[in-house]
């Protein structure tokens, strides 16, 4: 990059996270702070094709710390998925005179980040949103610490529940591909078992984990399964094995769904999007792009959007353990 952007766009794509509104505030203010002009971009990419930009100002952003998802709304576009759509956002870009962009979402966003910024060199810098936490390049993703609060918050009065009636439930959480929200927020709220993707505990396995706490003196039980766990087809298809074979067990099974992506963000969200806001604007002024904003031992970090998008979030397996050990 030549010059210093004088124009910052910034959008968010992808589903929507707690701390997207916080990361906005700050792109928006670092970007004034620093004398550029400041364009938020309605609709994720679906914005970039209509030209649906909009001049910001450091109160454009007053009182949106605290909200969920994103004032400047999320959607999926599928028109960015062809060299027309790509073409078209990018003669909206040029004739605004926009020189910059902040992406603010997750591997798909980036994704379709890359592909532009290859196809017209164009200088973008990406924000990790995502509750999932599988991005790589960064411990931590916005809207995670916010969800499994809100999953550990839930699950706390679903074993009121469990407790009353001596019920064995199901909890499935967000995770399609990665277990850490179930890992992390089954450890928090003393679960009896936790499935995740990455760990295939088989039925039989989880048959003998429960008559195990059945015969410790457990009358109830909690079971925290991700989405995406391979134990079976379904958190309904294992509840009902779970049924069969151990009738002194009332199943139940409740899905928490997007309340998972709701709600006000959590301090560390709010502080977490913030430092990289300021960090995405501060990387693009450097003449630095291509590159997704990450915090690794509090650090803000750097990484190629290529490595995040294809490197792999790994579980810690330290916590696969303790959760073992505590389940008992």
Same mark, same amino acid.
């Given at each position: 990059m030549k010059n210093k952007p004088k124009k910052i766009a910034v959008l968010t794509s992808g589903g929507d996270a707690p701390g997207m509104n916080a990361a906005l505030r700050a792109v928006v203010r670092t970007s004034v702070f620093y004398g550029a002009e400041c364009y938020a971009i309605q609709q994720g990419y679906q914005g970039l094709i209509d030209?649906?930009?909009?001049?910001?100002?450091?109160?454009?952003?007053?009182?949106? #710390?605290?909200?969920?998802?994103?004032?400047?709304?999320?959607? %999926?576009? &599928? +028109?960015?998925?062809?060299?027309?759509?790509?073409?078209?956002?990018?003669?909206?870009?040029k004739k605004s005179e926009i020189d910059a962009?902040?992406?603010i979402g997750g591997d798909g966003s980036f994704t379709g980040a890359m592909i532009f910024q290859e196809e017209y060199d164009f200088p973008i810098v990406g924000i990790p949103g995502t509750i999932d936490n599988d991005i790589f390049g960064t411990r931590y993703t916005l809207g995670y610490d916010t969800a499994i609060n809100t999953v550990v918050e839930a699950i706390d009065k679903i074993r009121d529940t469990a407790s009353s009636h001596n019920r064995l439930f199901f909890v499935e959480v967000m995770g399609r591909d990665a277990g850490h929200i179930a890992l992390n927020s089954g450890i928090g709220a003393?679960?009896?078992? #936790?499935?995740?993707?990455?760990?295939?505990?088989?039925?039989? %396995?989880? &048959? +003998?984990?429960?008559?195990k706490s059945e015969k410790s003196g457990k009358s109830s039980s909690i079971v925290v399964i991700a989405e995406g766990d391979k134990t079976g087809k379904n958190v309904f298809e294992i509840a009902s094995y779970v049924e069969k074979n151990l009738p002194y067990y009332e199943?139940?099974?409740?899905?928490?769904?997007?309340?998972?992506?709701?709600?006000?963000?959590?301090?560390?969200?709010?502080?977490?999007?913030?430092?990289?806001?300021?960090?995405?604007?501060?990387?693009?002024?450097?003449?630095?792009?291509?590159?997704?904003?990450?915090?690794?031992?509090?650090?803000?970090?750097?990484?190629?959007?290529?490595?995040?998008?294809?490197g792999k979030s790994e579980i810690n397996s330290n916590l696969i353990k303790v959760s073992d050990i505590l389940s008992i």
């Open positions: 030209n649906d930009f909009k001049l910001m100002n450091a109160r454009s952003v007053n009182n949106i #710390i605290n909200k969920g998802g994103t004032i400047i709304k999320s959607a %999926r576009c &599928l +028109e960015f998925r062809t060299p027309e759509g790509r073409k078209l956002a990018y003669e909206n870009l962009l902040v992406v003393g679960a009896e078992e #936790i499935l995740i993707p990455e760990e295939n505990l088989g039925l039989e %396995r989880l &048959l +003998e984990s429960l008559k199943v139940r099974v409740s899905v928490l769904g997007h309340m998972q992506r709701g709600g006000t963000p959590s301090c560390f969200d709010r502080v977490l999007a913030s430092r990289m806001g300021v960090c995405a604007v501060e990387t693009l002024l450097e003449g630095k792009s291509k590159v997704m904003i990450g915090v690794i031992d509090d650090q803000m970090v750097l990484t190629p959007l290529e490595k995040a998008i294809k």
